[in-house]
Each structure stands twice: as structure tokens, then as C-alpha cells.
């Protein structure tokens, strides 16, 4: 982000982090469904603290979780080969309601003979379909299926 900005000359004035359930599954391991909610559960005093410094105008590094922008910035290279959508497949469970359709934000998957079709070779890899489909019919990669699904309980997508 600080590097977009510098490219338009702008500078990035605050840096905050919160720790919340990590939903990429390819990586990481979020089955334990009481794990999460103490996860989610623990977030909130940290977004309410994130909330008043940025009410307060906060300027300078508040980044509490610096080992997780570390991960995030060596990852990023890996990432950019990953988002292949070749990678993603859908299972006999599928009952074709179209919600992993509707709600990609990159519009990557369409309804085709009542099934998921990715229409576009890259997506954004948020995982968002994997996650909300009803019947945990996505999987990514051979590499899910035992990783469970989250969806944090304050969206309301
Ligand atoms: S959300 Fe799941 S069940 Fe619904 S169409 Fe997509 S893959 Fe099939
Ligand atoms: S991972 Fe995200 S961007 Fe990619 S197809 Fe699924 S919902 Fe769309």
C-alpha cells in the first residue's frame, strides 16, 4: 500500500493491523470452529482500539503484528503464481444455487449446466467462494478440503 501511494505522491500516515481468522486455506488451517469464534471474539477490542486512533487522526506505526506483514510481503511472489483459477474444482455436492457465481467480487465465475464455471484465467484468490458455498463444494488445489470453511460472522454479504 505505501509503495501505491508513493507512486501517486501520496504517503500512507497510519499502519494498523488486526489479527482475525486467516481464511486462506491453501496455507493455513481454520476447522476448529471454536478456535475461530475466540479468534473473532478477541479481534473486536483491537478494531474498536484501531477505530479510535484513526478517529484521533494517529499518525505513525501501530502495526502490532509486524511477524504477519513479514509472512505477507515473502508470500507475495508465491501468491501471484497461485491465482490460476485452473486450480479450483468443484465437487458432486454441488447443488448448483449459484451463490459462489453471485458473489465473487471479480465476476470469475459463471453458471454453466447448473454448475460453477471460473471464466477467467486469474481471480483474486480472496476465497470468498470456497467459503460461503453451502455445501463446501470449492476446493482449491487438492489442497482444502480438510481446512474447514470461516466466513466472519459481522459480514453481511
Ligand atoms: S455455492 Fe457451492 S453449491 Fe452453490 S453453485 Fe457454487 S459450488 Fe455449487
Ligand atoms: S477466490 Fe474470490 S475472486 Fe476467485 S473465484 Fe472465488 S470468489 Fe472469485
Not at 489479527?19 to 474498536?48: G, L, Q, Y
Not at 479510535?52 to 507475495?76: T, Y
Not at 470469475?108 to 458455498?133: D, F, S, V
Request: with cysteine; hydrophobic share 35%; charged share 25%.
Amino acid at each position: 500500500m505505501s509503495k501505491l501511494l508513493a507512486a501517486k505522491g501520496l504517503s500512507l500516515q497510519g499502519r494498523f493491523a488486526v489479527r482475525m481468522v486467516d481464511t486462506w486455506t491453501p496455507m493455513f488451517d481454520c476447522s476448529d470452529a471454536e478456535k475461530n469464534r475466540r479468534d473473532t471474539e478477541a479481534a473486536e477490542p483491537e478494531i474498536d482500539t484501531v477505530i479510535g486512533q484513526i478517529k484521533a487522526k494517529a499518525v505513525g506505526e501501530f502495526n502490532r503484528h509486524k511477524g504477519f506483514s513479514l509472512i505477507s510481503s515473502m508470500v507475495q511472489k508465491e501468491y501471484e503464481g497461485k491465482r490460476a483459477t485452473k486450480y479450483f474444482s468443484v465437487q458432486e455436492s454441488c447443488v448448483g444455487c449459484g451463490l459462489c457465481a453471485k458473489q465473487c467480487p471479480m465476476e470469475a465465475i459463471t453458471m454453466q449446466n447448473g454448475k460453477p464455471t471460473w471464466t477467467k484465467e486469474k481471480c483474486a484468490l480472496c476465497l470468498g467462494c470456497l467459503h460461503r458455498c453451502p455445501k463446501f463444494a470449492i476446493q482449491y488445489a487438492g489442497k482444502t478440503e480438510g481446512r474447514g470453511q470461516f466466513v466472519n460472522p459481522n459480514t453481511t454479504l
